[in-house]
């Protein structure tokens, strides 16, 4: 099946007991056993549930897995993943994180003993020269939050597989989701999605992901998930199938109204610089125009006043763009980076990492676009 087709049909079957189209929300916590000792699919909902097995076998469908597993937030999904090291296991990532990322790998595993590397990851030498027989995981993020960095997910993975095929390659695939991208396919070990942003789609869900093709590292993470106990509840499962039925049309919108107004932005004279990997001039536009189907729904930019009170006059006066945490719902949001989605990282690393306090960013919704650059251009003149 395309892809399309698969966001819909992909790893569901009709109801089998009444025939229902949509999966029923199973909202149990346990299951009558048959027999004592004798295995059985379903027990205790923390360690299967049907609506969440139903979801994760549209999630291994849509991004070409063999198998998904549903977490009660992506953070809880990306905690699992360090789950797999030891103390002493050393981490190679990129210098440009969602806030929240870094908050968990500095504050906490750090602390645990696992050794974090951050570099540049837009070339691949980077990576490579910083791999030792410590290295067990290369943490990417393409589309970068907030300053739309990509990464060449095929040239890294290959890279180093080439020197370690035991080092993990995992991608945070929420910016671009598996309608634009897909990194298992080009070989990436692991992908992970805050289902939270695009896939859920209507900001109505808290909920991360991973998917996987390698058995062995499939019935770690199952385990690990198991015995943690951060699992994705069936009513958020339902949600996020429901939202992923329409995550192609609605990219499709996202991709369309980022595009616009992120050439709007380039052209007005209240702004300094626009982040936005459709762009030619973009460092890396040609692996985004390679890897990616579009270029995404969020763009960030930068005013060219860098006043506090020039970045708060915009934000107060958007009335379409709300100013609010997360992204990828259908409606149209503006985070300011700086008190939000990265407050949890020092000042003097923001500004290292090229956020500024005038840096925006907009997770364009699927609005109609004029009614969009109308607001901004209001806001902006203010």
Not at 32 to 60: D, F, V
């Amino acid at each position: 099946m395309k892809f399309n087709t698969k966001a819909i049909h992909g790893g569901q079957q009709v109801e089998k007991e009444t025939g229902a189209l949509a999966t029923p929300i199973f909202q149990t916590s346990a299951y009558a056993i048959q027999t004592p000792g004798i295995a059985q699919e379903y027990t205790y909902s923390r360690g299967k549930n049907p609506t969440r097995t139903a979801l994760e076998n549209k999630l291994a469908a849509i991004e070409n897995g063999t198998a998904a597993f549903a977490f009660s937030s992506g953070l809880a999904a990306i905690d699992c993943v360090l789950r797999t090291l030891k103390p002493g296991d050393q981490i190679i990532t990129g210098n440009d994180l969602y806030g929240g990322t870094y908050r968990l790998f500095a504050d906490v595993f750090d602390t645990y003993g696992l050794q974090f590397i951050y570099v540049d990851q837009y070339n691949v030498k980077n990576i490579t020269d910083k791999i030792t027989d410590k290295t067990k995981l290369i943490w990417l993020e393409t589309p970068t939050n907030p300053l739309m960095k990509i990464v060449d997910i095929k040239a890294v993975s290959t890279a180093v597989h080439q020197i370690d095929s035991s080092i993990l390659v995992a991608v945070d695939n929420t910016f671009a989701t598996p309608y634009l991208q897909q990194p298992l396919s080009l070989g990436a070990d692991i992908v992970m999605h805050s289902v939270t942003k695009y896939l859920g789609g209507h900001s109505d869900l808290i909920m991360g992901a991973l998917i996987v093709n390698c058995k062995k590292l499939a019935q770690k993470l199952h385990f690990i998930q198991f015995a943690a106990g951060a699992i994705a509840a069936p009513m958020d499962s339902f949600l996020a199938l429901r939202g992923i039925k329409t995550l192609h049309i609605r990219m499709q919108r996202h991709c369309e109204n980022a595009n616009k107004i992120a050439h709007f932005l380039k052209k007005h004279p209240k702004v300094d610089k626009v982040y936005y990997p459709g762009f030619k001039e973009h460092l890396n536009y040609e692996v985004a125009k390679r890897q990616m189907k579009n270029f995404g729904g969020t763009v960030s930019f930068e005013l060219k006043d860098k006043t506090s009170a020039a970045t708060i006059c915009f934000l107060k006066n958007t009335q379409l763009f709300t100013l609010a945490e997360s992204l990828g719902g259908v409606e149209s949001l503006v985070n300011h980076s700086a008190t939000m989605s990265h407050a949890s990282i020092p000042k003097d690393k923001r500004l290292q990492m090229g956020i500024t306090d005038s840096l925006l960013r907009l997770s364009v919704g699927i609005e109609d676009v004029d009614d969009l650059i109308v607001d901004l251009e209001q806001a902006l003149t203010a």
